[in-house]
């Protein structure tokens, strides 16, 4: 369990059957396509745009007929991959890319204008001044202290870095539809770096072109913290080339709608939709932010998102599967634990699940300490597709759970595991948790089969998660000894016996559903509790007096 640390997740996933999914991927490592229900920004209401930019008969800036006959909306971004302390390269501090402008493995260096599908235009004007300039949307899922963003973009006919200027500004809503600024401004140069790397826009028709040099522009964004929620970032820029500065739109092989990027034209002196010139089709802008997850001290997570572009496989959670993955509580801490990210796949989004906890047994999951039936799941979001299998979808699923306490000890580290069980969909389908091999956190992931009644080692697989809750200090030993509640017998019958160095506070009692059976507040050191009336079985009793709580298990006999 570590406190605040780089976070950052990318999705797409590869899935087979039998307990598992699995396909193998071959294009597009670094694409994401999922879809997500049409809701257009302000601009592409309008049914005609006039978007500024550079096409393959010249500067373009008369009106084009928006093309929204899309039934969903195109999404290419990625969440960027979290690396472990001490290692290097890239996507060590990378939040989100928006999507690719590079469309081909098998010629890395070219971002193709895909003129054999009727598309247009090279890249949309975003020239400081002439008042043209890009925005587009990005969610985050948590707090983030944002450190600099990339942008791509280029000047026709420069054969090195001319970009010499970058302006930024953050939007809290559509800038076309009512949105405010709440950070940054059009009028400071905020430029960190620029470097000419060796991407080049080209036609598809003609792929040999050395005329526009993709440079990548870094600005610097001191200052800015963002909460969870979702944003527009603007940005126009300045160069010492005669032509642009250009910036080309999300490319993807055999798409033509890649995103709902808007652009501000000084020519109409307004926001447009960018769209393509020849299709009419909305377009993405392409930018990465960089940054590192911002909240409060006593704040802990375990994450493991993927360490490459592509999960390999995902593992089966319906019906007679559980998966489970262990978290550390380091020594001298309780962990309690308040939230859980996890990317899970199927064909469609996630309408249930269940949760169990368990000790840890040498390196696997042991006795169950704990469950809760269908916990909140706060927000699902379509976050990619499957590649080479376009029926299965991706999605984000961020759970609210009933805190749960996870005890650590004072002196070493403390095992414990995570289960997802019984997800369902509407159409009753199996849904998996995705996995990686690029990193694993503390043991494999392990799946248990109802049928069987055994549980499976998934040797090199561990699951992607991000387990988030609050560390408390381990009571000192003096303090402890006056605090810690007593229970006996245990097992018990008929009645359990309570006493503490300190006034009781409240009780309650749980069974292994997350249900509450029983609670009472108790004002002395000691008391008593009838369980008489309860079936045979396990039940978790949670105490708290107020500075603290403590969780025991109970053998109802």
Request: glycine share 10%; proline share 4%.
């Amino acid at each position: 369990m570590k406190k605040i640390n780089y976070f950052a997740i990318a999705f797409a996933l590869i899935l087979g059957s039998y307990g598992f999914a699995q396909e193998s991927s071959q294009d597009h490592q670094q694409q994401n396509t999922g879809n997500t229900p049409v809701e257009w920004e302000g601009a592409y209401l309008n049914g005609v745009s006039t978007p500024n930019a550079e096409t393959t008969s010249g500067i373009q800036n008369s009106p084009v007929q928006i093309n929204t006959n899309h039934t969903q909306k195109a999404y290419f971004g990625s969440y960027g991959q979290y690396r472990p302390d001490g290692t290097s390269g890239f996507g060590e501090s990378l939040i989100y890319t928006n999507g690719p402008i590079v469309d081909t493995q098998d010629e890395p260096d070219l971002s193709v204008l895909q003129d054999n599908l009727g598309l247009d235009s090279y890249g949309f004007g975003v020239q400081k001044g002439s008042t043209n300039s890009l925005a587009d949307d990005f969610t985050l899922t948590e707090d983030f202290d944002i450190s600099k963003l990339d942008f791509f973009l280029y000047q026709t006919g420069e054969t090195t870095a001319s970009i010499t200027a970058v302006y930024v500004q953050i939007w809290d809503g559509d800038p076309s539809a009512g949105g405010s600024v709440v950070w940054g401004n059009l009028s400071t140069n905020v430029m960190d770096n620029v470097v000419l790397t060796n991407i080049r826009r080209v036609l598809d028709s003609d792929r040999s072109s050395q005329s526009r040099k993709i440079q990548k522009v870094t600005a610097a964004t001191s200052g800015l913290s963002l909460t969870a929620g979702t944003y527009y970032v603007q940005a126009t820029f300045e160069g010492t080339g005669s032509s642009g500065p250009w910036m080309p739109p999300i490319t993807v092989m055999d798409e033509v709608f890649t995103g709902d990027a808007l652009q501000f034209t000084g020519t109409a002196n307004d926001w447009q939709a960018a769209v393509d010139a020849g299709t009419g089709d909305p377009q993405g802008m392409p930018f990465e932010i960089y940054g590192v997850l911002s909240a409060s001290n006593d704040t802990c997570l375990e994450i493991n998102p993927h360490y490459d572009w592509v999960f390999e496989i995902g593992w089966t959670i319906s019906s007679e599967y559980t998966v489970a993955n262990d978290v550390t509580v380091d020594a001298g801490t309780d962990f309690t634990l308040q939230t859980i990210s996890v990317p899970l796949a199927g064909e469609w989004p996630i309408t249930d699940l269940n949760l169990v906890y368990f000790e840890d047994d040498n390196g696997k999951p042991g006795n169950e300490i704990g469950s809760e039936n269908s916990p909140t799941i706060s927000s699902i979001t379509a976050i990619g597709g499957l590649l080479g299998n376009p029926i299965f979808n991706v999605y984000r699923v961020e759970i609210a759970v009933t805190p749960f306490e996870f005890s650590g000890d004072e002196t070493s580290e403390t095992t414990y595991w995570i289960g997802i069980k019984d997800v369902e969909n509407d159409h009753g389908s199996n849904s998996f948790w995705a996995s990686t091999t690029g990193h694993i956190v503390g043991n494999e992931s392990y799946q248990f089969d109802n049928v069987t009644g055994d549980w499976t080692g998934l040797p090199e697989w561990d699951g992607n998660y991000t387990f988030k809750g609050e560390c408390s200090d381990i009571l000192g030993l003096e303090e402890n000894q006056v605090a810690t509640l007593q229970v006996y017998p245990n097992p018990a019958s008929d009645v359990l016996y309570l006493s503490a160095g300190k006034p009781i506070g409240t009780v309650s009692l749980y069974n292994l559903l997350g249900q509450e059976v029983m609670q009472m507040k108790m004002d002395d050191t000691s008391g008593e509790i009838n369980i008489s009336h309860l079936p045979v079985g396990t039940y978790i009793l949670k105490n708290d007096n107020g500075q603290g709580s403590q969780s025991h298990k109970i053998i109802k006999k």
